[in-house]
């Protein structure tokens, strides 16, 4: 056992006054030989192969290189589900985000005394929040049929669960101090969680909006892969159709529409904070 | 009229912060606490509203056994006494008005205040009191613009919104220059005087308390150790209270 400790432990250093020093044993000596056994394993099981990169992945160009020139004149059928697609990110991020605000309060540590309730709360939301978009959208076509509408609620589902995390986690933070002096004149947790914790949160509860209404319309462009409405409906089928210049217009219209977006929200979220 | 009636509180971590408080506040009068940090002042102060519950003894306040209020009559009872703090506790990101018209949501119903929507008459007893601490014109300037002596008014005048019968004050001006504080110490005397409030306020500085106060409790682990005419406190009484002398700087200069 002390041969294996000598090979292994980096070697003691001695001070000039005989003092000797142990240094600690690098973490590089377990972590190394663990990502080494889990990246051959992962290569084994997916097949994945060099020379397959190599060979075939010049497609990837003859793809791009067909989306060039994009066809411009398909631009009158893509007009109608982009529109679908920012509208089912707008009503599900709303949705979403106004019933967030009540169950981040139920869950949130200072302001729900009831550890039942915050248990309960907590551990739905965990769970809700497991289910990927696609998975919630898989779901809601079943339940509600394909189309837009499955899209929206997989949107206003999700954003939900996300929502109410970011939040209660901004009101566990928040500043307490407003909230004992509003409830030392006599009003409700309720009435006091509204006028002395939302002041200090409302800038930070649309920047957080704004923030998943940009994932959301990212996350809608490809909820129509699975019948869920929006643009990802007509990529999918240009794509299958081999429309190179078809699907070079659905994504530069994609790629403008987020750009745009995103660039409007972060400015009103730089004038939020 | 408030009354202590041999009141106890022990902390659930065993702590005995009163240890049999006996003490009789008559409406209108200006009462100062003053004893070492951790003596009990702050515990004392937050009994009277119940932000802290009594273990043992009676405590009344004009009749009212508090220690029997819960929920809606608690609350009910809060309204008649106010809260201001040595941080301030103002919500720094909104205007004053809407820190003061805050007082006023637990006399509304809860739609009413989830909606904002606060009356004419709700509006006018904010801006008064906004005027009756000298800072009206702040009234629609975010509190953070403000410095500490006018947020510290701000927070004066959300408790006069309220329109108590007490003003519990836990070291007002602890955080204040001593030109501020002896400036918002006048603006309580004045509260005071002309609304005939009772204020109870711990003092961290002695001078402050004895200038300002017309009557004094000293206290020390938990027990009254002075209570009487602050015109009567000496150095005698004052070392009894701190358990040694104080020296010249610790009696703020002015």
């Known amino acids: 056992m002390d041969k294996i400790k000598q090979f292994i432990l980096p070697k003691p250093i001695t001070l000039g006054n005989g003092k000797v020093v142990q240094p600690k044993m690098s973490p590089a000596i377990y972590v190394v030989p663990i990502l080494a056994f889990i990246t051959i394993y992962s290569v084994n099981l997916t097949k994945f192969k060099l020379e397959t990169l190599f060979r075939r992945g010049y497609q990837f160009f003859v793809i791009l290189d067909g989306m060039i020139p994009p066809n411009f004149a398909y631009f009158d059928k893509v007009w109608a589900p982009l529109v679908a697609t920012i509208m089912m990110s707008v009503i599900g991020t709303l949705v979403g985000s106004i019933l967030a605000l009540p169950a981040a309060y139920l869950s949130s540590e200072n302001m729900m005394k009831s550890k039942f309730v915050k248990f309960i709360t907590k551990a739905f939301f965990s769970v809700v929040r497991t289910f990927p978009i696609l998975v919630l959208a898989l779901l809601f076509r079943i339940i509600f049929g394909i189309g837009a509408f499955a899209g929206t609620m997989a949107i206003g589902v999700f954003t939900f669960t996300i929502m109410t995390k970011m939040f209660y986690e901004l009101i566990d933070t928040a500043d307490m101090g407003p909230f004992e002096a509003i409830m030392s004149s006599g009003a409700s947790r309720i009435q006091a969680f509204w006028s002395a914790i939302m002041p200090q949160l409302w800038g930070q509860y649309y920047s957080l909006i704004l923030y998943n209404f940009e994932m959301n319309i990212r996350n809608a462009a490809v909820l129509g892969y699975v019948g869920a409405g929006g643009i990802g409906i007509i990529l999918n089928e240009r794509l299958g159709w081999r429309l190179y210049p078809d699907v070079g217009l659905i994504l530069l219209v994609m790629m403008v529409t987020v750009y745009l977006i995103e660039t409007l929200s972060r400015t009103i979220r730089k004038n939020l904070l | ?254």
């Not at chain 2, 408080?21 to 009990?40: K, P, R």
């Not at chain 2, 009212?64 to 309204?79: H, M, N, P």
């Not at chain 2, 601490?133 to 975010?142: F, H, N, Q, S, W």
């Open chain 2, 1 to 254: 009229m408030i009354q202590f009636q041999n009141v106890v509180k022990t902390y659930p971590n065993g702590v005995k912060a009163l240890k049999g408080i006996n003490l009789e506040v008559q409406q209108g009068e200006f009462v100062a606490i003053i004893g070492l940090s951790g003596a009990g002042k702050s515990t004392l102060l937050r009994s009277i509203n119940q932000m802290h519950t009594i273990t043992e003894g009676k405590l009344l306040v004009n009749g009212v056994d508090v220690s029997t209020l819960k929920g809606k009559s608690l609350r009910r009872f809060r309204r008649d006494i106010g809260m201001v703090f040595q941080s301030f506790n103002l919500v720094k990101r909104t205007s004053v008005i809407k820190n003061v018209l805050a007082a006023r949501v637990a006399d509304m119903p809860l739609w009413m205040s989830l909606l904002g929507l606060y009356t004419k008459k709700d509006k006018i007893i904010a801006l008064e009191a906004l005027d009756q601490v000298g800072i009206l014109e702040k009234a629609y300037t975010r509190a953070d613009q403000l410095s500490g002596g006018q947020q510290q008014r701000v927070a004066l005048a959300r408790c006069v919104a309220q329109q108590p019968k007490i003003i519990l004050a836990d070291e007002p001006v602890a955080s204040l220059d001593p030109v501020t504080s002896n400036q918002v110490m006048n603006d309580f005397v004045k509260i005071n005087k002309e609304l005939n409030i009772t204020v109870i306020a711990n003092m961290h500085h002695v001078d402050i308390a004895l200038k300002f106060a017309n009557r004094v409790i000293g206290i020390k682990e938990g027990l009254i150790v002075f209570d009487g005419p602050s015109s009567k406190v000496n150095n005698q009484i004052l070392k009894e209270i701190y358990g040694r002398e104080l020296s010249d700087d610790e009696l703020m200069e002015h």
